[in-house]
């Protein structure tokens, strides 16, 4: 099975950056397969807030500008750089990879905005 395991996640002011990670622990991706990063916040369904495959991100229109989402491929890990955070950002942030038809999910880490 896939094993995402996600870091990066803590407390930050309204207009500081923060680097989320999620490497793939286990388990055997390619770069045709499309990981992406999704969030939660408290009393709101689970979003999606970016997705990165070969040669391609999309994101969700509220962090256009603001997020960039990356991969190594060798390392099989994927980020989420959050710049120009916002209160409305805090939520848990899940990462994502969808595997022969399956979705495999981390643990979620916990971003804080203040303001």
Excluded: H
């Excluded at 999704?38 to 979003?47: H, L, V």
């Excluded at 999309?58 to 099989?76: A, M």
């Excluded at 955070?85 to 905005?113: F, H, I, Q, R, S």
């Amino acid at each position: 099975q896939v094993q995402l395991v996600e870091s990066g996640g803590g407390l930050v002011q309204a207009g500081g950056s923060l680097r989320l990670s999620c490497a793939v622990s286990s388990g055997t991706i390619y770069s045709f397969n499309v990981m992406g990063w999704y969030r939660q916040a408290p009393g709101n369904k689970r979003e999606l807030v970016a997705t990165i495959t070969v040669g391609r991100t999309n994101y969700l229109d509220s962090v256009k500008g603001r997020f960039i989402i990356s991969r190594d491929y060798v390392k099989n890990t994927v980020y989420l750089q959050m710049n120009s955070l916002k209160p409305e950002d805090t939520a848990v942030y899940y990462c994502n990879v969808m595997v022969a038809g399956a979705n495999y999910w981390g643990e979620g880490t916990l971003v804080t905005v203040s303001s």
